[in-house]
């Protein structure tokens, strides 16, 4: 783990969007339905935003931004070989937000 490439990974403007489409899709799904969060969401698509961080910090998109970054990769947050859409949206279900008991 690098926090700086914690850093990087979280101020790619293209993984950063792809975060937020994941949380938008998933907080449309039946099973945000009252989900607080969900309806953050909901109301404007940069609430999405927060998930980033916890998804960035997650070990295997780390590992896989961290590779591409040793590599050379151009624009790795972009590129769906690098970290793909399964790990960001298992990610961002793992990470959702859940209503105050």
């Given amino acids: ?10 101020a790619d403007q293209a993984l950063a969007a792809r975060v937020i489409a994941a949380a ?4 449309w799904t039946a099973a945000r339905d009252g989900n607080d969060y969900a309806d953050d969401v909901r109301t404007s698509s940069e609430n999405g935003r927060r998930l980033v961080y916890p998804v960035c910090i997650a070990a295997d998109v780390e590992a896989a931004y961290a590779s591409a ?3 050379g990769t151009p624009n790795p947050g ?11 949206l298992a990610n961002v279900q793992a990470k959702w937000p859940q209503d105050a008991p």
């Fill in 78 to 88: 972009g590129d769906d070989t690098v970290v793909t859409d399964g790990m960001i």
């Fill in 69 to 71: 970054l040793a590599a």
């Fill in 24 to 27: 938008v899709q998933e907080a």
């Fill in 1 to 10: 783990m690098s926090y700086a490439t914690i850093a990087t990974s979280a």
